[in-house]
């Protein structure tokens, strides 16, 4: 079975600086990767996804995300945060149909 | 465009009373449907996909039930609360990609239960 490991439970970053949320998998074949964001009280945003292709994603809102096979990471990144980024993250793998494993979320703070 | 409605937003229960949300998706035919529970400070577990109308597959055993009566409409329920089916609840659409099994799944507002 597939499973989906996002390390860091909270991050804080300031304003300006880069992120990146890490965000590992663990599925035998080649999965299909996704990263949404959830504002407090929200449902869930879709801000990119993998198929196949260019292993170097980009997504909506400035971010991106690059798929390592190597390394079974599915790692997001944004070059400048904005106080607006301040939600929780999650990453998903889906593999066969109608199956999408969750991460259990980062949440990001932003200082301003 | 497609949208996805649930509702309602906020629901307050008596443990022991029953439950109904509803979702419904405007904009698609014949979407795959999902349920997810989403507890607090944790991630979203799947309860229940649809692939078609009638057509309902559980994940996990539990105190819920889903059914969907018209294409676009996707209803979760119970006969009986009990506290631990307090959580936020997410509706969720997918289409299909160009190749096999490439679903990318949207999420609706959610609603969020509270059993007392």
């Known amino acids: 079975a597939q499973s989906v490991t996002q390390p860091d439970i909270h991050i804080t970053v300031s304003e300006g600086a880069s992120l990146e949320l890490r965000c590992n998998y663990s599925?035998?074949?080649?999965?299909?990767l996704f990263w949404y964001v959830q504002s407090p009280g929200q449902g869930l945003q879709l801000l990119l996804k993998y198929f196949s292709g260019d292993t170097l994603v980009q997504g909506i809102k400035g971010f991106e995300a690059e798929f390592k096979r190597s390394q079974s990471s599915f790692n997001l990144r944004k070059p400048s945060v904005h106080w607006s980024d301040a939600a929780e993250y999650f990453c998903?793998?889906?593999?066969?149909?109608?199956?999408?494993?969750f991460g259990t979320g980062t949440r990001l703070q932003v200082t301003l | 465009s497609q949208t996805i409605h649930q509702w309602p937003a906020t629901l307050v229960q008596p443990v022991g009373s029953p439950l109904s949300l509803e979702c419904t998706v405007e904009?698609?035919?014949?979407?795959?449907l999902y349920w997810y529970r989403q507890a607090a400070g944790r991630g979203l577990q799947l309860l229940f996909y649809?692939?078609?109308?009638?057509?309902i597959s559980s994940e996990v055993p539990q105190n819920l039930s889903a059914s969907r009566p018209q294409d676009r409409q996707f209803i979760l329920s119970s006969k009986k609360l009990l506290l631990s089916d307090s959580g936020f609840y997410l509706c969720?659409?997918?289409?299909?990609?160009?190749?096999?099994?490439?679903?990318?799944?949207?999420f609706g507002p959610g609603t969020r239960l509270l059993v007392l």
């Open positions: 904009g698609t035919s014949n979407p795959n």
């Open positions: 599925y035998g074949a080649t999965p299909y």
């Open positions: 998903a793998v889906g593999a066969g149909a109608s199956k999408l494993t």
């Open positions: 649809s692939v078609g109308i009638g057509q």
């Open positions: 969720a659409w997918s289409v299909l990609g160009s190749g096999p099994y490439q679903e990318t799944q949207y």
